[in-house]
């Protein structure tokens, strides 16, 4: 195990010491500024993004009310078993309370396809702020390859908005792995 442990560290360093060598080779060969966007600024002055937010929040509401109606639907059967069933006979109780239990389950199903992952909010999100995106990242590329920027960062998030694609040492990195295998 401490032959391992000793192995595995000695690869690792290896590794850090190749993308440090590269990452800096890379870095310091390369002329050119670093800038940054402010995207939740682009999303309140873009009209486009406003827009898109509009017709989302029309859909989110027209979801919700749809799923408002099948609770509203859950609450009246639930309703109805608790003020009758003293009065009903087992079959008839069981028929109310079979029906009340299909009623949950859907309103679970409709919940989950909507809402839930990949769910249609997701989906109508993304087809909403594609177009949008392409369009900024357009721009992103024009202004980095026009002013000669080598990354572009999100302040928001810290991410990466635009990077030269000659900055990136994924294949490097990955054929150095490819040796030690």
Do not use: H
Not at 52 to 75: G, L, P
């Amino acid at each position: 195990m401490k032959g391992k442990i000793s192995r595995f560290s000695v690869i690792l360093v290896f590794l850090t010491g190749i993308f440090f060598c590269l990452w800096t080779t890379s870095t310091f060969s390369q002329e050119g500024k670093i800038g940054y966007i402010d995207s939740i600024r682009l999303r309140a002055e873009f009209k486009e993004f406003a827009d898109a937010q509009a017709k989302f929040d029309t859909d989110v509401k027209t979801w919700q009310d749809e799923i408002a109606k099948t609770d509203a639907v859950i609450d009246s059967i639930q309703d109805d078993l608790d003020k009758t069933s003293l009065m009903l006979s087992d079959a008839k109780k069981k028929e109310k309370e079979d029906n009340l239990e299909s009623k949950k389950q859907e309103y679970q199903r409709l919940t989950t396809e909507i809402f839930g992952p990949g769910g249609r909010a997701e989906r109508r999100n993304a087809e909403l702020t594609k177009p949008i995106l392409d369009k900024i990242n357009q721009v992103l590329e024009k202004i980095a390859t026009e002013d000669n920027f080598i990354m572009i960062f999100d302040s928001v998030n810290a991410n990466i908005a635009y990077a030269k694609k000659t900055l990136d040492l994924t294949d490097q990195v990955l054929e150095e792995l490819k040796k030690l295998q």
